[in-house]
């Protein structure tokens, strides 16, 4: 059994065993924060359930922010990004969207999303904000780096407690996967590339489970790199989410002619 299929619908009656047996598995592969998390009786009723399982979808999250060396990013929330230029608002309509069809058990409209733009711009911290959201709201997310996933697919790559096998349950079956930096660094992929990224996209689109990607590079590029199966997949339906601007880490210069300097500060 995956990891979300554990994660039973709140209501009156669920044992609380069942979260339980979720966190467990948690703990199994990667030790988590259980400080604030209290076991839950048989016989609460609904809304404390519903708190014991927010509680699980966080912990959840922060596991993968943590796998993935980016748990200082969980600070970020979607109310810090800019309304225009990191689409706050759009990103929050999109989220909820898809906890609303999680909740009726429909497929989402737009199941999938795409952030694009130069470096810098925020892309990173905009669906990161965008899975803390979901996991406040009803969604078991999970944060990927595109590099680690195919870095851990490889013999003996798999972070400690893991199996090769669990990592693509894992990340095909979570209720929203946040995958950054799509293709990045991949001046082209090889076959195994191509098939193990696109199982985990295709795994995603059939059984109708939402995924938020961030990328560097346009839809023409992707489909260079990827092949056009799985362009075609990802980006069939999707919302787009543009964002340009100035590098928001700033960084310095060095070594050019003092006339040909930008300041980069002040």
């Known amino acids: ?15 609380g065993s069942y979260a339980l047996g979720m966190l467990m598995r948690e703990m199994r ?10 076991p839950l009786p048989e016989d609460l009723g609904e809304p404390t359930l519903d708190e014991g399982y927010t509680e699980i ?5 922060l596991n993968s922010l943590r796998l993935a060396d ?19 608002d759009r990103l929050r309509n999109w989220v909820t969207a898809a906890a609303l069809s999680k909740r009726k058990n429909v497929r989402p409209k ?4 795409i952030a694009f733009g130069n470096v810098g711009s925020g892309k990173s911290t905009a669906i990161i904000a965008a899975g803390g959201y979901a ?14 996933y195919l870095q851990w697919l490889r ?18 079956e979570c209720d929203l996967l946040v995958l950054d930096e799509l293709c990045g660094e991949m001046d082209n992929a090889n076959d195994w590339v191509r098939k193990e990224s696109g199982d985990l996209i295709d795994a995603r689109v059939a059984s109708g489970r939402p995924t938020l990607c961030a990328t560097n590079l346009n839809d023409e590029r992707i489909g260079e790199i990827m092949g056009s199966r799985f362009l075609s997949r990802l980006g069939g339906g999707a ?14 210069q060095w070594g050019r002619k003092p006339e040909e300097q930008e300041p980069t500060w002040g």
């Open 135 to 148: 996991a406040a709201n009803g969604l078991l997310p999970r944060y990927l780096k595109h590099t680690h």
């Open 29 to 38: 592969n990667r030790t988590l924060d259980t400080s604030n998390f209290k």
């Open 110 to 113: 737009s199941l999938n999303g």
């Open 1 to 15: 059994m995956s990891l979300t299929a554990t994660e039973a619908p709140p209501g009156r009656g669920v044992p």
């Open 57 to 61: 979808r966080q912990q959840a999250w």
């Open 70 to 88: 980016h748990a200082d990013y969980a600070r970020w929330t979607l109310e810090q990004l800019d309304e225009v230029e990191q689409h706050r």
């Open 155 to 172: 013999p003996n790559g798999a972070p400690k407690g893991y199996t090769e096998q669990q990592i693509r349950r894992v990340f095909a």
């Open 239 to 252: 919302s787009l989410f543009e964002m340009v601007g100035e590098d928001r880490r700033r960084p310095v």
